[in-house]
């Protein structure tokens, strides 16, 4: 499979990145014939556009074969590109979650979109990456057609400096702080006797339909930590029902997750949203078998629609 590192200016500074080659051979029939929507895979949050464990370069090579041009590329200060960091990765993740990633991603777009001469593209990514790709397909409503959203997170990034601040300007805040505390503290003490209970998969079953009920019958408040930029991007871009591959992570820690931000979840959205889950992996979905498996799920699906 055949690659070419690339250097494209974006805003003043070289943005580097990879381009697998549409794998066509001219005297084969069965070869696929080079696609006209481009695929475009950005930084699986901090880190660089190879992702862990190399996954992003498997099942980009995958879609090259299919004949689909895709594209990774290092946003600024990750991976190859050159660029300023916090000093603290905390602060790193709320730019990204603020949509700082949004400005580079769009006109990089629009100059793949000119150089290879592509009818559209699909953005996607794990993540933070997951946060940006949604960002940039609900501003770029007729460039990109899809989206693939690999683990996403909802809320805001707490650090440090936050809950100095809130200490500092709250009057008599030390006995609502020591009853935050412990009602937090009770909370992950009920969660992991319940983890470990024998009936813990029809507590779940149990609490995600009342959920989901409670959702359907009151609409859903967002939770006070929630990204609400990316909660609105995220319901405009199902608004438009444009085709989204949503892939998550079985466990209890994900589902509770998923369950306490219930206006997220892919299955009030099944008429635009395939919704793929996998067990036994970790975040990043490369334990366990997951790395062959999102591969699958990708080629899958961009190959169904595109």
């Not at 062959?292 to 190959?303: A, L, R, S």
């Amino acid at each position: 499979m055949l690659r070419e590192a690339l250097r494209i200016d974006v805003h003043g500074t070289s943005v580097v990145g990879t381009y697998h080659i549409p794998e066509v051979t001219e005297d084969d029939e069965s070869s696929e014939k080079i696609k006209k929507t481009g695929v475009l895979i950005v930084n699986f949050g901090l880190l660089p556009r190879s992702g862990l464990g190399n996954m992003p370069v498997h099942f980009s090579d995958r879609l090259a074969e299919k004949g689909f041009p895709v594209f990774r590329f290092d946003f600024p200060g990750l991976g190859d590109t050159k660029g300023d960091l916090p000093i603290y990765g905390q602060q790193q993740w709320r730019r990204i979650e603020a949509g700082d990633h949004m400005q580079w991603g769009a006109v990089l777009i629009q100059k793949l979109m000119k150089k290879y001469n592509l009818d559209g593209i699909v953005i996607g990514g794990l993540c933070g990456g997951a946060v940006t790709s949604t960002y940039i397909a609900e501003r770029l409503s007729n460039t990109v057609v899809g989206t693939i959203l690999m683990e996403p997170t909802y809320h805001v990034i707490g650090v440090a400096e936050d809950h100095i601040d809130k200490k500092k300007s709250r009057p008599g805040n030390q006995t609502n702080n020591w009853f935050r505390r412990t009602k937090e503290k009770l909370k992950k003490q009920l969660r992991t006797r319940i983890n470990k209970s024998k009936h813990v998969e029809a507590f779940y079953s149990i609490y995600s339909r009342l959920k989901v009920t409670k959702f359907r019958i009151l609409g859903h408040k967002p939770p006070s930590d929630v990204n609400e930029l990316f909660y609105t991007s995220f319901k405009k871009l199902n608004d438009r029902n444009a085709p989204i591959l949503f892939i998550t992570r079985k466990g209890k820690d994900r589902e509770h997750y998923d369950l306490h931000y219930t206006g997220y979840s892919p299955r009030f959205f099944p008429q635009n949203i395939v919704w793929k889950t996998l067990g036994n992996t970790n975040h990043m979905l490369v334990t366990g078998g997951g790395k062959q498996k999102v591969t699958d799920f990708i080629v899958e699906w961009v190959v169904n629609n595109y």
